[in-house]
């Protein structure tokens, strides 16, 4: 076994505090990565709290992580020691229902492993990424690009390939008018996603001293939702519209925004369902959908496009000793756009 060390949550509304625990020795097909930066996801906090129920302590959380590898199994055949590797939001799932067949692992109908707050075939736990260490079965770990800030690819293995799947299963490219909702950790991904597959990008937010920032990232237009002028000006307009946002809110209004056939996909889990009129749908032949990351290799496809067209997401870097800050800082929507953890500093 090897003695790992990690910041863990000991129960629910519990800070999170420093923990040592055991990770298995490298199988003769697993990856030893030692990890250099986490991101913090907002389903971090989600988890740690038991907001979605069902949350297992203590709990390390972490789903972003990149590193390099320490050690593989005799039977790896896609990486070797030195490599820079990832390892987002899952570590293993049935491989053998269609879903899985498809590359589609995200949506095994066994049941994805979670890369923490999950249980492995033989019953332990997953640890994630807040964590010096991790070991992984190399089907589940992603190459990583040598040309990038190797702190700012972390969020892509949640963040970026949330929104990057979403927008390659609509097939989001040149002459397609693309509605970011929301710009945070998820929404600036898509944004910087979406105008590089040549689309016209436009975010929605309630927050007009956000214009500056959305432009920045690549959009194309601006509108401040509290503003009706503004929002009359882009009905029956966009083709799609990438909902990353977690708050309760009416979606009548922006499903309006959708031309016909337009198709809202919903990113974001708000706490309680919303509500939405038929008619908003039927009137125009609109749509709800929605979507789960990515599979593997949709995953690596992302990796290998963001290092193509040098996207990275746009982080604040963290010492581990401050992650019950970041969180409360996420809670108050202070961060723009992903903390990302310096494991160095875990000592």
């Known amino acids: 076994m090897l003695p790992s060390k ?6 629910a509304n519990v800070p999170l505090a420093p923990f040592s625990f055991e990770r298995r020795e490298p199988g003769p097909h697993d990856v030893h990565i030692e990890i250099l930066f986490c991101g913090v996801c907002h389903s971090d906090i ?17 789903h972003e992580i990149v590193g390099r590898v320490r050690q593989v199994g005799a039977e790896v055949t896609k990486f070797k020691e030195g490599d820079l590797a990832g390892v987002g939001c ?3 799932s049935c491989r053998t229902c269609p879903s899985c067949q498809e590359g589609l692992e995200q949506y095994c109908e066994v049941g ?27 089907q589940y770990v992603l190459k990583v690009s040598e040309k990038l800030d190797l702190a700012r690819v972390a969020p892509l293995l949640c963040a970026g390939i949330t929104t990057y799947s979403p927008l390659r299963q609509w097939k989001v490219g040149p002459g397609h008018r693309v509605a970011v909702m929301g710009l945070g ?3 600036h991904m898509a944004v910087k996603l979406a105008a590089a597959m040549g689309a016209e990008v436009t975010v929605l937010s309630t927050s007009p001293n956000k214009k500056a920032d959305a432009e920045g990232l690549g959009a194309h237009k ?11 000006s882009v009905r029956n307009y966009f083709d799609f519209i990438i909902n990353t946002v977690s708050a309760p809110l009416d979606l009548s209004q922006y499903v309006n925004l959708l031309r016909r056939d337009g198709t809202m996909i919903l990113l974001g889990v708000p706490p309680e369902a919303p509500e939405l009129h038929a008619f908003a749908l039927i009137g125009k032949r609109r749509r709800i959908a929605g979507s789960l990351i990515g599979g593997i290799a949709e995953t690596q496809e992302m990796l290998d496009f963001c290092a193509e067209h040098n996207i990275m997401s746009d982080i604040e ?3 581990i000793a401050d992650i019950n800050e970041a969180y409360e800082r996420m809670m108050k929507g202070d961060v723009k756009y992903r903390f990302v953890i310096d494991l160095a500093t875990l000592k």
């Open 6 to 11: 990690a910041y863990a949550a000991p129960a």
């Open 46 to 62: 989600h988890q740690v709290r038991d907001e979605w129920g069902g949350s297992m302590f203590p709990m390390v959380p972490g």
């Open 222 to 232: 601006f509108v401040v939702t509290k503003n009706a002028e503004e929002l009359k």
């Open 317 to 319: 870097m963290i010492d």
């Open 112 to 138: 994805m492993v979670g890369t923490y707050n999950g249980r492995e075939r033989d019953g332990s736990p997953t640890y994630g990424g807040y964590s010096n260490q991790i070991v992984v079965d190399e």
């Open 185 to 187: 950790g998820l929404g």
């Open 90 to 92: 899952m570590v293993d």
